[in-house]
């Protein structure tokens, strides 16, 4: 008897990668996607699979290097997150018309919400954009099964393939057999093609006619036909519609689709109302659409998160979707919304409206982080400035008035740099503008921005928070590492040395647990921006190791005392409300501030932030 798992979708998926034969996989990490890399990962160790991985700088790269492997022959992969996308848009949109050889699998996880992204968009738009096919599982299952499928259909048709899981299925459990992996890996064999690999706009207009071609094959395609899911009543044996037409019919993608069916079952409502599952939202074959417009009275689309299926049926007269408010223009459609639309959909009265939420915690950053004490230091030398940051953990220094924009990847440069001209043109050089950037985010994205701030001019400190990982997504490597995802050792590529090479001619490091030292360091910074001679832009690195990415590798160690709070504390909360530890316990105006030692890092940065110097070490510790 096979064995059976309970696997997280991103593992099955993993599963489905190295199960149907792919020889190299590429990722940057982003959240829902990035357990993907990460299960391939432990199962290459587990079992030997010959299989290239990487954690690539950016997904554009992770696109190109394993696009260049499917040219070779061999099947590949690139996984990301949704927003990850815009990032690979480049190379993505010319491999529609160049195609592939060996298949290859562009798997993008959609955030429906959002839960942990800037927006909501839906890769099935950007599918359609891009003229590829994309296969919208509705479960952990259906997205590991339909890796081998998109393999055959990449290398049949010589198209990239996307597959789009949400946070739902990515996220989800599900039982499921395990099988064996292939350990013989394919040859690479590259073909010299230059009409077709370095094709010149004439040669474009030829590959477009032929994608144009293939999309139209692919959506007359049986395999990937919108399967109807329920026998209704008007239904024959083959589960086909026959006359009398359908009153009412769902359509559904994605795990949307699961939500559906189980509303129909708790509603009584399976046999009544046929539901189909598209398992390829776009190209959406033609004559099913027309049999169904035919055949159908009243359709209901559900689909997250934009009218994608919907906008290719014509005949909006009969279509209840995204587009005519029946369903929610934004947002993710969870069961119980689900439920709300179909009950509205099928005449049922509406059910009672839920109790609100409770409130809960915003999110903050963990007690002895080190970014809470660079953002202390940035506000005490740069007070009253524009604070433009960008994706990560220091995200949440909003909650520490330390972030005024956050754009997306490596913006925060950039942005500085507009307000830096915006400011200086309408002669108003006293602003200080600060520009905060993560140590994974500077690699994958600040780096041309930095550039673009020296020839231009610029006169701003960037403080790069050195975190030696990229934490919030799961604490994967950076090239600072000096080894690759494997373990094998390769020359570190340092913060301070790129920004020299940048052109920036004042770069220092600094701990910001040492407040003293590190304020300091952003003076002599501010310094030098505001020399009139020999000034402009600044680099300072504020290194401090991530306290839960050190807890993972060394384990938990002995504790030294924690500080103590002394009668000098006068309840202002200055130091919970403002700096926000979560190891400080604020109970009120003029209550005495305790120390939580359980959450306590014993950082002593809150030593610097007491405005009554309140907070001391015992006498134990500095004994």
């Known amino acids: 008897m096979a064995e059976r798992k309970i696997l997280l979708g991103n593992e099955a998926i993993a599963h489905g990668l190295l199960e149907a034969g792919c020889t190299m996989a590429a990722s940057y990490p982003g959240t829902p996607a990035s357990e993907i890399m990460t299960a391939l990962m432990q199962l290459r160790r587990g079992h030997g699979v010959p299989c290239h991985l990487e954690w690539s700088i950016n997904e554009k790269v992770a696109v190109e290097t394993a696009l260049a492997n499917s040219y070779a022959g061999r099947r590949s992969a690139a996984a990301m997150k949704q927003v990850g996308l815009n990032v690979a848009a480049d190379p993505v949109m010319s491999a529609a018309y160049t195609g592939v050889k060996g298949g290859f699998v562009l798997i993008v996880a959609d955030d429906p919400g959002p839960h942990s992204s800037q927006t909501e968009q839906d890769t099935r738009q950007f599918a359609m954009v891009a003229k590829l096919p994309v296969l919208d599982p509705a479960d952990p299952v259906q997205a590991r099964e339909w890796i081998a499928l998109a393999y055959a259909l990449s290398e049949e048709y010589e198209i990239p393939v996307i597959l789009r899981p949400t946070t739902r299925v990515c996220h989800a459990r599900q039982d499921m057999a395990v099988r064996p992996f292939p350990m013989v890996p394919s040859q690479p064999v590259f073909e010299k093609d230059p009409a077709r690999w370095a094709a010149t706009p004439k040669f474009r207009y030829l ?107 014509r005949d909006r007269g009969k279509v209840r979707g995204r587009l005519n408010g029946f369903v929610p223009r934004e947002g993710e459609l969870l069961s119980e919304i689900v439920e709300k639309i179909i009950r509205r959909f099928a005449g049922l009265p509406a059910q009672a409206e839920d109790l609100p939420p409770a409130a809960g915690r915003r999110p903050t950053l963990c007690a002895g982080c080190g970014h809470r004490a660079a953002f202390f230091a940035m506000r005490k030398v740069f007070p009253k400035g524009i604070y433009a940051s960008d994706i990560g953990c220091y995200t949440l220094g909003l909650n520490l008035g330390a972030v005024d924009t956050v754009l997306c990847m490596g913006a925060s440069i950039s942005q500085a740099a507009g307000f830096f001209h915006a400011y200086r043109d309408a002669g108003h050089n006293t ?33 790069v928070l050195d975190n030696g990982t990229t934490a919030m997504t799961g604490h994967q490597p950076t090239p600072a590492a000096g080894m690759t995802a494997d373990g094998e050792k390769v020359p570190p590529v340092t913060i301070e040395a790129l920004a020299a090479a940048c052109g920036v001619r004042h770069v220092s490091v600094g701990d910001p647990y040492d407040v003293p030292g590190f304020i300091q360091l952003l003076e002599a910074a501010k310094d030098h921006c505001q020399d009139p001679e020999n000034g402009g832009m600044a680099v300072v690195i504020a290194r401090r190791p991530c306290l839960m990415d050190r807890a993972r590798h060394e384990g938990r160690k002995t504790r030294v005392p924690a500080p103590i709070v002394t009668e000098k504390c006068e309840g202002c909360g200055f130091c919970a409300k403002f700096f926000e530890c979560p190891a400080l316990l604020f109970r009120g105006e003029k209550e005495t501030v305790s120390i939580d030692e359980n959450l306590c890092a014993r950082c002593g940065v809150c030593l610097f932030v007491c405005p009554h110097e309140a907070i001391e070490w015992p006498l134990s510790r500095t004994a």
């Not at 390829?280 to 099913?288: I, V």
């Not at 055949?295 to 919907?310: A, F, G, N, R, Y």
């Not at 690699?443 to 701003?460: D, E, K, S, T, W």
């Open 207 to 313: 590959l477009h006619k032929k994608l144009n071609e293939k999309l139209d094959r692919i959506a007359q395609d049986p395999r990937w036909q919108p399967e109807l899911l329920n026998r209704a009543e008007s239904c024959d044996a083959q589960r086909r519609p026959i006359e009398p037409i359908f009153d009412k019919v769902i359509l559904a993608s994605g795990a949307v689709c699961a939500h559906a069916v189980e509303v129909l079952r708790d509603l009584d409502l399976w046999h009544r109302i046929p539901i189909y599952q598209v398992p390829m939202p776009y190209p959406l074959s033609e004559s099913f659409a027309v049999e169904l417009l035919e055949k159908s009275q009243d359709i209901l689309v559900l689909e997250e998160t934009q009218p994608v299926m919907e906008g290719q049926l």
């Open 431 to 463: 602003r200080p503008i600060v520009a905060t950037i993560g140590d994974s985010t500077f690699y994958h994205a600040g780096i041309p921005a930095l550039i673009n701030a020296v020839a231009q001019g610029c006169r701003f400190p960037v403080i």
